[in-house]
DNA sequence: ATCCGTTATTGATGCATGTCAAAACCGTAC
DNA sequence: GTACGGTTTTGACATGCATCAATAACGGAT
């Protein structure tokens, strides 16, 4: 319940992760006490983007990745002709631009879905950080393998799965992902559009709208626009594993 | 041309990255000749695998790295109720287990898809080597990145492409691949069964035995098997592209 | 060489989802 | 408040692919 905000004296114009709410969610994670002023040297904090505004764009030289503080990042890949694939959604706490390290340019643009803060990361100052901290390094290697199953979830989910399982996968993600933030996960209204949404899973708008309907009128959601209250969840878990069930 | 397997005396029983014809593709890329010395201290080299072995299992403690010098490997998730998802496919001189890293367990079982040699890398040791090597590590933090980027370019194509599509992609990747190995670009014997493409690229077995076919009767490809020519590279590019021009 | 289990091909049918079209809704600016 | 562009919903229809079913080709073992 309490948000526990440690208040902590020390440079209070500068960054400091030691008072983000955040900062068990965030890199620091599996990092010591003491390494976590080493890591507050390199961060930037306290960007602000409003909704729509490029955080970063794909192809351009690759300096930083971003924790998102508040508000909602969406990535994506823009291929050559111009179609646009969504590749994630970020929440407060979660770290963006991991597909790009070790490479010159960005490999997605990165853009604000509402109003957004983030902390900044320099790639150069923080690879030589985590050369010189090994916990940090390994959370590091952590954070960019759950990214890869992510993916692979993703795909996986995208190949084999229905619409309904797709749109049910999905909402069960962003409550968890609020409720680690302590906040509701079952009331929530969703960072972005329909259309995100659509695109993020292979879908048509208008399937998507159906689903959401089609889970409305079965008593499983209630949905008004972003508004959106999980009133059955047991249900909606059920609809993410009936497609395994069916081929037993 | 030449391969300039450069005979390096030291230690004729042990391992030599070295000497390794594929170490230009491996990890030792960015690494200083110097450096791979010690890399070479750490790799286990020359573990066989016959066809159909597992060199990893899902779910049991992770612990290495594992290099592909000859044969074929692939990569799948088993769920919860014993469906197979496959995640990829992993040539000679490509890295299997980066989706692990930093995890207690491995996140999907690898097994030779024919008779393949490995090498090892255990983590441990690659970790506490990348935290001295700064170029090592840089090319971990690239390797894995280049991880999450194909898994989403997979992800984008199973969710906007059709099935002649994704498979013209697929023979695509697996061309350039073995080019890189200097071998033909455009005959080439597929190292996985139709079963392991359909399950990859999410789509029947009868899909893609249609569709094998139906390449052929155009002229594009030649298949016996899993012997496969292809005879029109151009046309393959077009079907990748095909998608894209329709929507401008 | 022959047999048998596995893998691959081919055909017929049904369904989920895309596409096209239009109406309803919403937020924003004037 | 009203008017507008963008988003969301709803309906009718078309289609690509999965599914079921049967045959054919392969490959390893005897």
Redesign the pocket.
């Known amino acids: 319940m309490a948000q526990a905000i440690r208040l902590h004296q020390a440079s209070p114009l500068k960054a400091s992760c030691h008072q983000c709410s955040l900062s068990n969610l965030c890199l620091p994670l599996a990092v010591e006490e003491n390494d976590l002023d080493r890591l507050e040297d390199i961060v930037q904090q306290g960007r602000i983007f409003n909704r729509g505004e490029h955080i970063f764009d794909q192809s351009t030289p690759f300096r930083s990745c971003f924790a998102v503080k508040s508000g909602a990042i969406k990535t994506s890949i823009i291929s050559e002709n111009g179609e646009e694939q969504v590749t994630g959604f970020f929440m407060p706490g979660e770290l963006v631009g991991l597909d790009s390290m070790g490479s010159k340019n960005y490999a997605c643009t990165a853009r604000a879905l509402e109003r957004t803060s983030v902390c900044e990361f320099p790639v150069d100052k923080l690879e030589e950080l985590t050369g010189k901290l090994p916990d940090l390094q390994h959370h590091m290697y952590h954070l960019m393998s759950q990214e890869i199953q992510g993916s692979h979830q993703l795909a996986m989910l995208l190949s084999k799965?229905?619409?309904?399982e797709r749109i049910a996968a999905l909402l069960l993600s962003l409550s968890s992902r609020f409720q680690r933030r302590r906040m509701s996960g079952t009331n929530f209204s969703l960072p972005m559009?329909?259309?995100d949404i659509a695109n993020f899973l292979?879908?048509?708008?208008?399937?998507?709208?159906?689903v959401?309907?089609r889970f409305q009128n079965q008593g499983i959601i209630s949905?008004?626009?972003?508004e959106v209250e999980l009133l059955d969840v047991e249900a909606l878990q059920t609809v993410t594993r009936e497609f395994s069930r069916q081929n037993t």
């Open positions: 799965n229905t619409a309904e559009a329909r259309n292979g879908l048509a708008v208008e399937t998507v709208s159906r959401f309907t949905a008004r626009g972003r």
